[in-house]
């Protein structure tokens, strides 16, 4: 039993891998396109303000993200949990496009303008 329990550890092991971190992100030479209010303010609405205003769905009140401010002290977090390649949120069912991810991940190592 304890070699079957370690044979899937080591398999999992394996298969997850620690987050993209905001510090390992790079803005595009000559920067971005993508400003707060025309890309972040929709996309945070539409993806994220649905838990992280309001009612909560259980998101801690710390949380919110419905001003620059408030993304701006959680940019690392949001960063590791929902911009390029990191998917764990929003935890559905409507995800945001890999296009989404990919621009948001862009803003947020932009410096967020």
């Known amino acids: 039993m304890r070699l079957a329990l370690a044979a899937v550890a080591a398999l999992l092991a394996g298969c997850l891998e620690a987050p993209m971190t905001l510090d390992e992100a790079t803005c595009p030479p000559g920067g971005t396109a993508l400003r707060y209010d025309t890309f972040a303010q929709p996309y945070f609405a539409q993806y994220c303000d649905g838990c992280h205003t309001g009612a909560r769905s259980g998101a801690p009140a ?16 949001i960063f590791a949990r929902a911009a390029g390649p990191n998917v764990s949120m929003p935890p559905g069912p409507v995800d945001p496009p890999e296009e989404g991810r990919a621009q948001l991940a862009e803003w947020l190592a932009c410096g967020m303008p």
């Open 62 to 77: 710390a949380y919110r993200f419905d001003s620059r401010d408030g993304i701006r002290t959680h940019a690392a977090r």
